[in-house]
């Protein structure tokens, strides 16, 4: 699977928007290092970055939930604790050698991808309406 941004994953919200953008980035260099050979380590210093920047992004996306008084805003919250669980999970297997990169890799864009269509859409729609 090669990564890349697409408009489809684009809401309309620049901010929002921007930090997807870096978001799908990390996951990118992620497989790109994967399949270029780099060691284990390095793997899983990647992942942690983009478990930190996860981390961030959440914060900064629930930022905006209570700005505009999003009234979904604690049930997307726990969706975003869910996740930080999820992938601290993938990074303590990728560690061990329980998983691979390819695993990881199609997790992390499922997440990337899914999460951003449903629950983050949902946000922006209300946002503009």
Known sequence: ???KWDHRYELGHERIDGE?????????EFEQLAKLGADKDKLVRTLKEICK?????????ESVMIDCNYPDRVA??????QLLAEVEDELYRLG???????QVSEFLFQWFA???STEDKKL???IQA
């Open 96 to 102: 061990a050698g329980r998983t691979d990169w390819r």
């Open 76 to 81: 997307h919250a726990n969706l975003h604790r």
């Open 124 to 126: 922006v729609k209300y």
């Open 20 to 28: 997807h953008r870096i978001f799908l980035g990390l996951i990118v």
């Open 114 to 116: 899914l999460h951003t």
């Open 53 to 61: 920047y996860a981390e961030f992004h959440f914060f900064s996306e």
């Open 1 to 3: 699977m090669t990564l």
